[in-house]
Structures are given as structure tokens and as C-alpha cells.
């Protein structure tokens, strides 16, 4: 079992920055590939960024590229989204996720966050 709390979330000018941090419980946690997604009112989850369990391999939707950033620090079980450059359409409910397997981080992992709200305001 994985338990993933997010962290980070807030509110922040188009343009400003944010870095999300998600922390894992368990012992496990580099074995784990990790992704991060999100969600708008009305609109579908949005896979943004997924990182293997060593940090080597990383995947960027193309809304994201070049703006958000998807590192690890294993010796603190936590994954992080730097995300500058933030856009009003940035808004929405971001979580963290993980499973064993890479392919299916980010397509239907095991294990989901709660969820933290970034707002971009214009």
C-alpha cells in the first residue's frame, strides 16, 4: 500500500510559479514510478508529467512542456511539479499518483492523492 499526500497548491498570478510536493508513505517508494495529473470543473483528468522510480525517464504532456518540471527525491519518498509560467487555464485540482509499472503510471495507476487547487488568476 501507498498512501500520497499533496502539498503546495495555491493561489498565484499568471506567470508566477509554484512547486507541488507530493509525499509517500512506505518503504517502497523508489520502486514506484510516479505521475502527476489534473482536473478542471467540467473538464477530464489531464495526465501532465510521469517519472520513473529511478528519475532517469520523464514523459510531459504537451500543455506543460518546457513550463512544468517532474522530479523525485527518493531519501525523502516525495515527487515534486515545479510549474512556472503559470496560465489561468492552469487552474484546477492537481494529484500525484503511482504504480509499480511505468506504462501504466500514467494511465491507470494504483494509487492516487487527494488532490491539492492551484489558481491562476490573470
Known amino acids: 500500500q501507498v498512501q500520497l499526500v499533496e502539498s503546495g497548491g495555491g493561489s498565484v498570478q499568471a506567470g508566477g510559479s509554484l512547486r507541488l510536493s507530493c509525499a509517500a508513505s512506505g518503504r517502497t517508494f523508489n520502486s514506484y514510478a510516479m505521475g502527476w495529473f489534473r482536473q478542471a470543473p467540467g473538464k477530464e483528468r489531464e495526465r501532465l508529467a510521469v517519472?520513473?522510480?529511478?528519475?532517469?525517464?520523464?514523459y510531459y504532456a504537451d500543455s506543460v512542456k518546457g513550463r512544468f518540471t517532474i522530479s523525485r527525491d527518493n531519501t525523502k519518498n516525495t515527487v515534486y511539479l515545479q510549474m512556472n509560467n503559470l496560465k489561468p487555464e492552469d487552474t484546477a485540482v492537481y494529484h500525484c499518483?503511482?504504480?509499480?509499472?511505468?506504462?501504466?503510471?500514467?494511465?491507470?495507476?494504483?494509487?492516487w492523492g487527494q488532490g491539492t487547487q492551484v489558481t491562476v488568476s490573470s
Open positions: 499518483a503511482a504504480d509499480i509499472a511505468l506504462f501504466l503510471v500514467g494511465v491507470s495507476p494504483a494509487y
Open positions: 517519472i520513473s522510480w529511478s528519475g532517469a525517464d520523464t
